[in-house]
């Protein structure tokens, strides 16, 4: 068997051929060339194209060694008309289109690189360090890519911490498959955002449906960046968080304002707010009235509270979004800035 067909054939060629092989001092060098009037494909979709645009200038790449000879496959790459992508340069059946080394090359280094050290690996196979730290990136990401992963329609995005709070992880989770997705080292925008750029990338943002998540969260922006389609969901255990917190907020501020009589009265009584008003008594009217007079402000964060809370009983989408309208222009108006800002936040 020629070298020529031999070569031809471990590089698994079709279109392409092998029309020499020189040898030189420190390299065996492949010359390849199309083979005939075969049609070519697309380097991005791979969709085979009748249309060859243009001939570039011969471009190199290492292959692996032959008898401790280094290989190098050298072809001028056409550029072909696809009817999907335009002009585009052809599909490499022996490299990926970003490589400067062939797949079987590169496969092998990133084996290696297992097993040596980068320095080892890249001795072993007359590689620069850096070469070998790109494959085997590369290969990393390759890998990472073409894993089998099923669309990613629900998420949620939520924060653990490590060390009682003094670290942060942020952790995404398939609520559909419920499967942990992808962990962030931090809570922050910056720390999410690789799960949007990287994880998902711009291919598979646009499955997202739904995003749960707390409403303080730093990464609805993020939301809004990269997975603009998504409906962002504030679950209902953090909601009620927040509005509590917001409760306190306003009756620790007040608190301040009232004299000591006043508060252990209001201690006294705090619980008619949370009733309603038709199930009291003349006599607990009366004190309810008494408790409306001096503390106005913990009155309405309390009245706001429990309002909001009725939304969760409608059971018809549109009522409930009536009454969510409703509640939320009252908060505004409540000169509360907890409730305003809870939502300015929510909206
Ligand atoms: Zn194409």
Redesign the pocket.
């Known amino acids: 068997m020629l070298i020529e067909t031999f070569i031809r054939k471990q590089l698994g060629l079709k279109a392409h051929t092998v029309t020499r092989v020189e040898e030189t001092e420190d390299y065996m060098i492949i010359h390849i060339d199309r083979l005939g009037s075969r049609l070519l494909r697309?380097g991005?979709?791979r969709?085979r194209c009748r249309k060859v645009h243009s001939v570039r200038q011969p471009r190199e790449w290492r292959d692996l060694s032959m008898r401790k000879l280094p290989l190098k496959l050298r072809y001028r790459p056409r550029r072909v008309e696809?009817p999907?992508?335009g002009v585009?340069v052809e599909d490499f059946p022996w490299a990926e289109p970003w490589a400067r080394v062939t797949t079987a090359l590169s496969n092998a280094v990133a084996k290696l690189a297992r097993e040596l050290s980068w320095q080892g690996t890249a001795r072993q196979y007359g590689l620069n360090w850096k070469s070998v730290a790109t494959i085997v990136k590369r290969a990393v990401q390759y890998g990472l890519k073409n894993r089998s992963r099923p669309p990613v329609h629900v998420i949620g995005i939520d924060e653990v911490s490590r060390r009682k709070g003094q670290v942060y992880l942020t952790v995404v989770y398939d609520l559909e498959r419920r499967v942990l997705l992808w962990v962030g080292d931090d809570r922050t925008e910056e720390a999410v955002r690789p799960f949007f750029t990287k994880e998902m990338g711009r291919r598979r943002c646009p499955t997202l449906q739904v995003i749960c998540m707390d409403m303080w969260a730093a990464y609805a922006n993020l939301v809004k960046e990269h997975a603009p389609q998504a409906q962002i969901l504030f679950d209902r255990f953090h909601i009620v968080k927040h509005l509590n917190e917001a409760v306190e907020e306003v009756r620790r501020s007040e608190m301040r304002r009232l004299s000591q009589k006043e508060k252990v009265a209001f201690k006294r009584s705090r619980w008619l707010l949370l009733k309603n008003p038709w199930n009291l008594s003349d006599d607990q009217k009366e004190r309810l009235s008494t408790l409306v007079r001096w503390n106005a402000p913990i009155v309405r964060a309390y009245y706001l509270k429990e309002a909001f809370q009725m939304f969760w009983d409608y059971q018809q989408p549109k009522r409930a979004e009536d009454h969510l309208e409703k509640w939320m222009r009252s908060a505004m108006r409540s000169r509360l800035e907890p409730f305003k800002k809870f939502v300015s936040l929510s909206g």
Request: with cysteine.
């Open positions: 697309c991005l979709c969709q696809c999907r992508c585009r």
